[in-house]
DNA sequence: CCGTATCCATGATGATACTG
DNA sequence: CAGTATCATCATGGATACGG
């Protein structure tokens, strides 16, 4: 019945963040403005669709800013917020966490 | 096709700790040992089918120590690893971030 | 008590096509 | 170019039952 509503921030962060693409579109974001088509040929294997709802879910969290230029063809831009450049450092603790786990646990 | 291997230590951690389930039984195992039995008590909502997996994938990438007791009925008990026990504060570090990039984003 | 296999319902995702 | 809707597919996870 999927239970749901977490009220739990680690939940909810985690959520947020889970899955494939929302730490790799950051990433790519690190740097400064990306447009749609940008993030898509950054990211080969993320389909059209997933893309748009990846982004919206960023941006209703409010870790992304979007910004929509009219004209035609029309023209989005997609920045990181104050609070994605905060949490990058935080990813970048896990990764580097992980590194050290799997180089101890070894494989 | 599922595409896969990501070799990115991020994409590895964030896959690892993914879902719902995982930080949670990081935080039930934060205190101590706990047996099968007793995450389940604690976490009234998972699957005794998920529960078994969510503890190998952790036990697999070397989180959580897993000792089982011989004798019948059997007794199995789950340990923080110390690279367990390392990962809980940049997990808080991420629940931080999301209170306050929660309390700024204003719902 | 703990673990695993099976079966089945549901959700997630890619492909495609259409609109502004 | 960016976004959305639709459809088909596949993986995920719950329920259940059985084995050690």
Chains 1, 2 share one sequence.
């Not at 993030?39 to 709802?53: C, E, G, K, V, Y």
């Not at 982004?55 to 920045?79: D, I, M, N, Q, W």
Request: net charge positive; glycine share 8%.
């Amino acid at each position: 019945m999927k239970t749901t509503v977490s009220e739990c921030p680690i939940e909810e962060a985690m959520v947020l963040l889970s899955g494939r693409w929302p730490t790799l579109l950051l990433y790519y974001l690190k740097n400064g403005t990306k447009r749609f088509g940008d993030l898509q040929r950054d990211n080969p294997t993320i389909s059209h669709r997933m893309l748009a709802l990846e982004l919206r879910k960023l941006e209703g969290a409010g870790v992304v800013k979007r910004t929509a230029f009219a004209g035609y063809p029309s023209h989005v831009e997609y920045t990181l917020t104050a609070a994605g450049q905060r949490v990058l450092p935080l990813i970048d603790a896990i990764g580097a966490w992980w590194i050290d786990t799997r180089a101890s646990t070894e494989a």
